[in-house]
């Protein structure tokens, strides 16, 4: 599509909409788990969507394109060889109300796990790509932690296929930005062409989201890597790790964290195996062990630094690769993980407390 079509769907059609979508395609949406928290789940039921939610547990990002225990290769013996068999392509999948910040996220695994890598894309991740529809949903109540705002990750003007916006009683603005998500969208049993009014709705709420966040960065966005890097050996990131215990949390619900490893597991009758893809951490001790036993980030404090610098420094794609969920806020038993705090305390030249 060279231009974006919208629309507006009525709240009673949401659900059926999905239902139908459901009817030919898996579809991953936010529900309400039995611990009360949020997390995008496989629907099976389409009343069981909960497009009020603040944010998610764990960023939609790794459940689409690192799940768990994920086999990318098989191999087993036939006659003497090796035969190997990838992994089977991946279903169409709709991603339905992403926030604007997870979809930004995306344009990291892009630049890191896709396109940005040409030739070396990884090709099970440019499968699923292609093969998943972004359906976003506009935030209209910024989670506790947030700063997206100071990111510019708020917003999402491209990367989905869909972007909802509750409109209240006029129902969800549908803005459709793709041939993909036209497909999906006109799915729908009933719509209408947006009005006028309807956008100059969706400017104001988009407007006044952006005033609601509830925390702000302490430096622009574009003088933080010259402000790192000036302190790339500052005391801080040591005394800050002295709190670290290494679970890993931060990195487990970032995003834009895409690093993993690859494990083997072979069959007890060493006639068959399987490749299995895990999400890794820098944040854990043997992440840059070597060969001989050289360790390239020995300590915590080492960890921590290289976490900060890999966010606002190592640019992959974006202009930062944190996108102010604030999910690692929230998460972090030892209260260091704070994007905001760090760069506050830093700038302040005060101890961790």
Same mark, same amino acid.
């Given at each position: 599509? @060279? ?31 039995? &611990?009360? !928290? ?6 099976? @039921? ?25 086999? =990318? ?7 003497? $060889?090796?035969?190997?068999?990838? *992994? ?5 999948? #709709? =991603? ?20 940005? /890598? ?10 699923? /790509?292609? #093969? ?12 506790? @932690?947030?700063?997206? &705002? ?18 209240? +009683? ?16 006109? $799915? ?5 062409? *947006? ?6 709705? $969706?400017?104001?709420? $988009? *407007? &006044? =989201? ?27 990131? +040591? ?21 993993? @490893? ?14 299995? /893809? ?6 854990? !001790?043997?992440?840059?062990?070597? *060969? ?10 080492? /960890? ?30 030892? #209260?260091?993980? +704070? ?9 302040? &030249? =005060?101890?961790?407390?």
């Amino acid at each position: 599509m @060279n231009r974006t079509s919208c629309y507006i769907l009525k709240r009673e059609h949401l659900a059926p909409w999905v239902e139908k979508i459901m009817g030919e395609e898996d579809v991953l949406a936010p529900v309400l788990t039995g &611990e009360g !928290k949020f997390a995008f789940e496989y629907l099976k @039921n389409a009343k069981d969507i909960r497009l009020d939610y603040p944010t998610t547990m764990l960023p939609p990002t790794q459940k689409v394109f690192m799940p768990a225990g994920e086999t =990318v290769v098989t191999w087993k013996k036939i006659d003497g $060889r090796t035969v190997f068999e990838p *992994a089977p392509a991946p279903k169409r999948l #709709n =991603v339905f109300g992403i926030h604007p910040y997870d979809i930004h996220a995306l344009k990291v695994w892009d630049d890191v796990m896709g396109k940005g /890598r040409g030739k070396l894309a990884d090709p099970d991740y440019v499968a699923k /790509r292609k #093969n998943t529809a972004i359906i976003g949903l506009d935030v209209l109540a910024p989670p506790p @932690n947030s700063f997206c &705002e100071s990111l510019g990750t708020h917003i999402a003007l491209d990367g989905y296929d869909i972007m909802l916006t509750d409109l209240g +009683d006029s129902g969800y603005f549908v803005e459709v930005a793709t041939m993909k998500g036209l497909a999906v969208f006109f $799915r729908a049993s009933d719509w209408e062409s *947006a009005t006028r009014e309807d956008f100059i709705l $969706r400017a104001k709420l $988009r *407007a &006044e =989201v952006a005033k609601k966040y509830p925390k702000t960065l302490p430096i622009p966005l574009e003088e933080i890597k010259d402000f790192l890097e000036e302190r790339i050996q500052h005391p801080y990131f +040591d005394e800050a790790g002295k709190f670290c215990v290494g679970c890993a949390k931060c990195t487990i619900a970032c995003p834009t964290c895409t690093c993993c @490893n690859l494990k083997e597991e072979p069959a007890l009758d060493g006639k068959s195996g399987s490749r299995v /893809r895990e999400c890794d951490s820098c944040q854990l !001790k043997c992440f840059t062990k070597m *060969a001989g036993g050289a360790n390239a980030r020995k300590t915590p404090g080492a /960890r921590f630094q290289h976490r900060v610098f890999d966010k606002f420094v190592y640019h992959h794609g974006m202009p930062a690769s944190c996108v102010g969920c604030g999910r690692c806020v929230g998460i972090c038993p030892a #209260n260091i993980a +704070d994007p905001v705090k760090t760069l506050t305390l830093l700038k302040e &030249e =005060v101890p961790h407390e």
